[in-house]
């Protein structure tokens, strides 16, 4: 079965850089349109970022444009995304999910990124 | 572009809970609903208005109007007790969630 599991998280200073992963099994990877999609304590989901199965397609939310850079790495089966330029309005629960070009059909538990001083 | 939902519905057991969602665009696109448990991976529940996901039991139907999609809950059990969030895209095609629902099995 489709299995996502993200890595990464954890207490970060503002200003900071972090790098999260997912590791997916159970389905061709590389078949595969994968997004990130986040959610800050007491707020809804907020989608951040897609890349196709080549990675020759990228897209972002303009609320990460220009600090979080979306990468894969097909023959590991894995998922990026380096965040730059953290704050405080980026500590939530940050979620991959393997992305159907029109919905989200499978995800992962997600990984917390805390961001304070 | 804003996809509306209700902040909360509460339902006692075995009765019909609706979900409703709102949005421009959805005339032109299709709705999706995620359901999200502490500590869960977040699923899907209803793709393309009204399909259902294998593995989402029968009581999960979808339906669409308009500018508004619905996701009802039939016989409404505990462990629906959820937050469930509409899901479209806007006019660049974009991904758009709603502002989640709390549903709550009293």
């Known amino acids: 079965q489709v299995q996502l599991v993200e890595s990464g998280g954890g207490l970060v200073k503002p200003g900071r850089s972090l790098r999260l992963s997912c590791v997916a099994s159970g389905f061709t990877f590389s078949d595969y349109y994968m997004s990130w999609i986040r959610q800050a304590p007491g707020k809804g989901l907020e989608w951040l970022s897609y890349?196709?199965?080549?990675?020759?397609?990228?897209s972002y939310a303009d609320s990460v444009k220009g600090r979080f850079t979306v990468s894969r790495d097909n023959a590991k089966n894995s998922l990026y995304l380096q965040m730059s330029s953290l704050t405080a309005a980026d500590t939530a629960i940050y979620y991959c999910?393997?992305?159907?070009?029109?919905?989200?059909?499978?995800w992962g538990q997600g990984t917390l990124v805390t961001v304070s001083s | 572009y804003e996809l509306t939902q209700p902040p909360s519905v509460s339902v006692s057991p075995g009765q019909t809970a609706r979900i409703t969602c709102s949005g421009d665009a959805l005339p032109d696109q299709f709705g999706y609903w995620y359901q999200v448990k502490p500590g869960q991976a977040p699923a899907l529940v209803m793709y393309k208005d009204n399909e259902r996901p294998s593995g989402i039991p029968e009581r999960f139907s979808g339906s669409s109007s308009g500018t508004t999609v619905t996701l009802t809950i039939s016989g409404v059990q505990a462990e629906d007790e959820a937050d469930y969030y509409c899901q479209s895209a806007d006019s660049s095609g974009t991904y758009v969630f709603g502002s989640g629902t709390k549903v709550t099995v009293l």
């Open positions: 999910a393997r992305d159907t070009g029109t919905n989200f059909d499978s």
């Open positions: 890349i196709s199965g080549s990675g020759g397609t990228i």
